[in-house]
C-alpha cells in the first residue's frame, strides 16, 4: 500500500503531524501540570489533546499507520464547526472565544488536501472486517 502513496503525499502528511505536535504542545502540554485545578471537562480536553499532541510523534515516523489521527482531527472540528460555529453565525452570536475556536479550527484545512483519500478509504472503508467468520 506504501507504493499508492507517494513520498510528496507522505511529506505533506508528516508536515500536518508537526503541525499537531507543536501546536498541541505549546497549547496543551503546558497546561498538563495544572490539570488537577481545571474543571473536571477542561482537564478532560487537556488530557485528550495532549495525548493526541504526544502520539502525532509517531505520525512523524510511519504517517500511515497514523493516520487515523488526522481523520480524527478533521472530523471533530468539522463537527465543532457545523454543531456550534455555523448555528452561532446564523443567529449572529459569534462572539471573540468562538471566533477564535473557529480559527483554530479552520488552521487544519489545509490537512484535507495532504490526506490520501483513496488510500483512506482502500484501508480504513474497503478493508472493513466482517462481523463474524463465515465457514
Do not use: H
Request: glycine share 4%.
Amino acid at each position: 500500500m506504501l507504493k499508492e502513496v507517494s513520498l510528496v503525499r507522505l511529506y505533506l502528511l508528516r508536515a500536518c503531524y508537526l503541525v499537531l505536535v507543536v501546536g498541541l504542545a505549546w497549547q496543551f502540554w503546558t497546561k498538563v501540570p495544572t490539570a488537577t485545578t481545571m474543571p473536571l471537562m477542561e482537564a478532560a480536553v487537556t488530557a485528550m489533546l495532549s495525548a493526541l499532541g504526544l502520539l502525532s510523534v509517531l505520525g512523524l515516523l510511519a504517517p500511515l499507520k497514523f493516520l487515523p489521527l488526522i481523520l480524527f482531527e478533521l472530523v471533530w472540528k468539522l463537527i465543532w464547526i457545523l454543531a456550534v460555529a455555523v448555528p452561532r453565525w446564523q443567529a449572529g452570536t459569534i462572539d471573540a472565544q468562538t471566533a477564535n475556536m473557529l480559527f483554530a479550527c479552520a488552521m487544519v484545512a489545509p490537512f484535507v488536501f495532504a490526506v490520501p483519500w483513496s488510500y483512506v478509504f482502500k484501508t480504513y472503508v474497503g478493508g472493513i472486517e466482517p462481523w463474524r467468520v463465515t465457514a
